[in-house]
């Protein structure tokens, strides 16, 4: 249930964006999400799916894009940024590492296609 949070989170930024384009028709939610969270991307879209449906969002779509995160390697010194869970310095293989995470989790931005938009393309 971590992911609870990270779903209201999204709902908080839906309802202040949304309120300003009446018209929306399609809602591609982009968000960033930790290799070391304790919430999985499947597990974030799942639980956003159901949720979405009581917060009137179902034209919205959860799209969870990978959050880089620093490691520096104690041992050779070098640093790196990584998208996957690695335990270990992918220079060296020394499992003497520090991993900088500054945030487990953001929404990176919201695309929205909207009826006016549509019409204007001919579709």
């Known amino acids: 249930m971590h992911e609870t949070r990270f779903i209201n989170e999204i709902f ?3 309802n202040e964006k949304l309120a300003q384009e009446k018209a929306a028709r399609q809602v591609v939610v982009n968000v960033r999400l930790s290799p070391f969270s304790h919430v999985s991307a499947e597990t974030l879209q799942g639980s ?10 179902t034209n919205a779509c959860l799209k969870v894009l990978p959050l880089e995160v620093l490691l520096e390697c104690k041992e050779c010194g070098r640093s790196t940024r990584i998208a996957e869970r ?3 310095c992918p ?3 020394s499992a003497d590492v520090n991993i900088q995470m ?11 296609e ?3 938009r549509e ?3 001919g579709d």
């Not at 500054?102 to 929205?112: G, P, Y």
Request: aromatic share 16%.
């Open 91 to 93: 220079f060296c293989n």
């Open 119 to 121: 019409a204007e393309n």
């Open 12 to 14: 908080a930024v839906l």
């Open 102 to 112: 500054d945030m487990e989790f953001f929404v990176e931005s919201i695309e929205i």
């Open 86 to 88: 690695i335990f270990g």
């Open 48 to 57: 956003f799916k159901e949720l979405s449906k009581g917060e009137n969002f």
């Open 114 to 116: 909207d009826k006016e």
